[in-house]
Every structure is written in structure tokens, then in C-alpha cells.
């Protein structure tokens, strides 16, 4: 992979951008001239945008987590990684724990996705449950909105208890569950936008019936969230909250 940046036509570095595996993440500086990539060999490589350069390359313990890396500041990396979130210098500097080991969810949880807010300070982990031990368990699903650096936990959205009453009483009688498919915060930090698939009963064997994907807008300060839009899988129907 070579990443070419439109303005001015630069490429940087040549196939894999330096790295020795994939490319799991990249990340823009938010003033400075600088991006950043995380690949698979358990590297960072900072870059200079303007010369096509690579200024540093930071190695990493265990490598990035869930492909999330964003500039904290212009000189420091957040990254998630097995311990939890750490801040790192773009110059290979000391890093430093944020948050709590408790973020860093355990067996049978595990987290799927990451979204933040564009400063870094608010995240939004999506998180899985499946007990394997018991055949034919449900799969559960969370959501956290944490504060960095603090590690304060904002609020925490049980997907399969909590979703369904948002929406209208004409679709929710038909879904016979739902699946997180998308999470972005709000640039302010305040707000989580989520997309879920709405799901009909399913027979024995059989993949889930798809219904539909519906919308919903999470206020991250007061824990109250509504249901924005909805469509229907089969007629493309819009419906507006």
C-alpha cells in the first residue's frame, strides 16, 4: 500500500509504507504536518506530510488494537493496545497509561470496535458477550462511552435490553433482535450516533432474517438517546424520527 496525499501529490515511503505487515491504522495530526501509521510488524511511523518522510518510527509491545490510532495533540499518539489506552510521543518519547485496566475487557467479553471523538477525549467501546459453554447462548452486546484521561465510564448502553423500546411500536413488532453495526461521537464530544440491523425471526439453520437498519442519536452527558430514522430492507422505506 502507498498512501498519496492530494494536496501536494506526495507518497509516502513505497510498498506497505515502510512496514513489514499490513497497515491496521492511520491517524492525521490536527494542525502540524503529520500523519501517522500503525501496521501489523508492531510499528508506528510518524510522517511528514510536506516531504513524504518519515521523522520517527516508534515500536510497540504488542501493537495497535482494533486498528485505533489518533493524535492526542500534535505530539502525542492515543492507541489502544492488550493493557488499554496510552499516550505516546510522535518521538518515540516515555509512554503513559490513561484511563484504567479496567477499560480492557476480559473473556468471554471482547471488544469489536473503537470510535472517538476527534480530540481523543471521548470514546465509545463496542463490546461482545457470548457464553460458549452453554450451546445456543444469546450473543450480548454493550456499549461504554468513556472519558479520557480519566478513565471515567460516561455511560454504558446494554444493546439487547435497551434498543428496542426507541423504536416505533409498528417496526419493533417484528424484530426479533438487533446487531450494532456502526458507531461515530459527535465532533464535540456530547453525542454517539449508532446503526443498528434490525433482525426478524430466524428458522432453525438459517441465517437471521434482515428487516431493516434503523438510526439513533445517544446524548453521552445525560444518557438519553432517541431514535433518529429508520429504513426497511425490502422497500428501501425512510422513516424519520
Given at each position: 500500500?502507498?498512501?498519496?496525499?492530494?494536496s501536494?501529490?506526495?507518497?509516502f515511503?513505497?510498498?506497505?509504507?515502510?512496514?513489514?505487515?499490513q497497515?491496521?491504522?492511520i491517524?492525521?495530526?490536527?494542525?502540524?504536518?503529520r500523519?501517522?501509521?500503525?501496521?501489523?510488524?508492531?510499528?508506528?511511523?510518524?510522517?511528514?506530510?510536506?516531504?513524504?518522510?518519515?521523522?520517527?518510527?516508534?515500536?510497540?509491545?504488542?501493537?495497535?488494537?482494533?486498528?485505533?490510532?489518533?493524535?492526542?495533540?500534535?505530539?502525542?499518539?492515543?492507541?489502544?493496545?492488550?493493557?488499554?489506552?496510552t499516550?505516546?510521543?510522535?518521538?518515540?518519547g516515555?509512554?503513559r497509561?490513561v484511563?484504567?485496566?479496567?477499560?480492557?475487557?476480559?473473556d468471554?467479553?471482547?471488544q469489536?470496535?473503537?470510535?472517538?471523538?476527534?480530540?481523543?477525549?471521548?470514546?465509545?467501546?463496542?463490546?461482545?458477550?457470548?457464553?460458549?459453554?452453554?450451546?445456543?447462548?444469546?450473543?450480548?452486546?454493550r456499549?461504554?462511552?468513556?472519558?479520557?484521561?480519566?478513565?471515567?465510564?460516561l455511560?454504558?448502553?446494554?444493546?439487547?435490553?435497551?434498543?428496542?423500546?426507541?423504536?416505533?411500536?409498528?417496526?419493533?413488532?417484528?424484530v426479533?433482535?438487533?446487531?450494532?453495526?456502526?458507531?461515530?461521537?459527535?465532533?464535540?464530544?456530547?453525542?454517539?450516533?449508532?446503526?443498528?440491523?434490525?433482525?426478524?425471526?430466524?428458522?432453525?439453520?438459517?441465517?437471521?432474517?434482515?428487516?431493516?437498519?434503523?438510526?439513533?442519536?445517544?446524548?453521552?452527558?445525560?444518557?438519553?438517546?432517541?431514535?433518529?430514522?429508520?429504513?426497511?430492507?425490502?422497500?428501501?422505506?425512510?422513516l424519520?424520527?
Amino acid at each position: 500500500m502507498t498512501l498519496a496525499v492530494l494536496s501536494p501529490f506526495q507518497k509516502f515511503g513505497g510498498d506497505r509504507m515502510g512496514h513489514g505487515g499490513q497497515i491496521r491504522a492511520i491517524a492525521w495530526a490536527h494542525a502540524a504536518p503529520r500523519l501517522a501509521s500503525a501496521g501489523s510488524d508492531n510499528m508506528i511511523r510518524v510522517w511528514n506530510t510536506e516531504t513524504g518522510r518519515a521523522t520517527s518510527v516508534i515500536p510497540l509491545p504488542f501493537g495497535v488494537g482494533r486498528g485505533f490510532l489518533r493524535f492526542w495533540d500534535d505530539d502525542t499518539l492515543l492507541l489502544f493496545d492488550r493493557d488499554g489506552f496510552t499516550l505516546v510521543g510522535v518521538d518515540g518519547g516515555p509512554s503513559r497509561a490513561v484511563g484504567a485496566p479496567s477499560l480492557v475487557t476480559r473473556d468471554p467479553w471482547w471488544q469489536e470496535d473503537i470510535t472517538a471523538s476527534p480530540d481523543g477525549r471521548v470514546v465509545a467501546l463496542l463490546e461482545r458477550y457470548r457464553d460458549y459453554k452453554k450451546a445456543g447462548a444469546p450473543e450480548r452486546e454493550r456499549v461504554r462511552a468513556i472519558e479520557l484521561p480519566s478513565g471515567r465510564v460516561l455511560h454504558e448502553l446494554s444493546v439487547s435490553l435497551d434498543v428496542l423500546d426507541l423504536l416505533p411500536s409498528e417496526s419493533a413488532a417484528s424484530v426479533a433482535g438487533t446487531t450494532l453495526c456502526a458507531l461515530a461521537i459527535a465532533p464535540d464530544g456530547q453525542r454517539l450516533a449508532a446503526v443498528f440491523a434490525l433482525r426478524g425471526p430466524a428458522a432453525p439453520n438459517a441465517a437471521p432474517d434482515l428487516r431493516g437498519w434503523y438510526l439513533t442519536a445517544w446524548d453521552l452527558r445525560s444518557g438519553a438517546r432517541r431514535f433518529v430514522a429508520a429504513v426497511d430492507a425490502g422497500e428501501g422505506a425512510f422513516l424519520a424520527g
